[in-house]
T-cell receptor, first 111, second 113 residues
Framework: RKEVEQDPGPFNVPEGATVAFNCTYS??????FFWYRQDCRKEPKLLMS???SGNEDGRFTAQLNRASQYISLLIRDSKLSDSATYLC????????????FGKGTKLSVKP | DAGITQSPRHKVTETGTPVTLRCHQT?????MYWYRQDPGHGLRLIHY???????DKGEVSDGYSVSRSKTEDFLLTLESATSSQTSVYFC????????????FGPGTRLTVT
């Protein structure tokens, strides 16, 4: 079983739509959780950390369910500029910061 | 944006030649990482450093070595490049290990012919 699994997509949505990405992780020792976005041929950029209580940053909401080992990202009112690949990332306890990346979910927002 | 640069940004080299990639940071972060990204794979850790002269292996370290003689510089060396090392290489920095966000450099596209 892969350590971090994501639906590869692509998700094709119209502007203004709400889109949700899901991610599951296999290692219960996972301690920290993040969502990164990566534009084509660019470096990953941190979108947001994911906290146990869930957290929101503008149009973006992240949720964590430790019991189910599941992470989600919700994007409301999608913009054309949200088109990118979204990477689910976990960090194992005691791993010295070794991040485990999912392969990413590609989002394309259309006019 | 975090102050991270990578050089070169693009390189084409022949099989069997040595290659060194450089990562330079201006953030004075203690932790530095080298990842590679290939189609069909998530980013995978090659090596990391937790201080000057302190390094350790990651998931895909075979064929790679690293050095960190200064806080700001982390070098990745391919002693004898192979075609399987054709990839995009990203450097990342972090203030601390677990729980700290990592910030990535712009990447180096390496092609081994």
């Amino acid at each position: 079983r892969k350590e971090v699994e994501q639906d590869p997509g692509p998700f094709n949505v119209p502007e203004g739509a709400t889109v949700a990405f899901n991610c599951t992780y296999s290692n219960s020792a996972s301690q920290s959780f993040f969502w990164y976005r990566q534009d084509c041929r660019k470096e990953p950029k941190l979108l947001m950390s994911v906290y146990s209580s869930g957290n929101e940053d503008g149009r973006f909401t992240a949720q964590l369910n430790r019991a189910s080992q599941y992470i989600s990202l919700l994007i409301r009112d999608s913009k054309l500029s949200d088109s990118a690949t979204y990477l689910c990332v976990v960090n194992l306890r005691g791993s010295q910061g070794n991040l485990i990346f999912g392969k990413g979910t590609k989002l394309s927002v259309k006019p | 944006d975090a102050g991270i640069t990578q050089s070169p940004r693009h390189k084409v080299t022949e099989t069997g030649t040595p290659v060194t990639l450089r990562c330079h940071q201006t953030e004075n972060h203690r932790y530095m990482y080298w990842y590679r990204q290939d189609p069909g794979h998530g980013l995978r850790l090659i090596h990391y450093s937790y201080g000057v002269k302190d390094t350790d292996k990651g998931e895909v370290s075979d064929g790679y070595s690293v050095s960190r003689s200064k806080t700001e510089d982390f070098l990745l060396t391919l002693e004898s490049a192979t075609s399987s090392q054709t990839s995009v290489y990203f450097c990342a920095i972090s203030e601390g290990p677990n729980g700290y966000e990592q910030y990535f450099g712009p990447g180096t596209r390496l092609t081994v012919t």
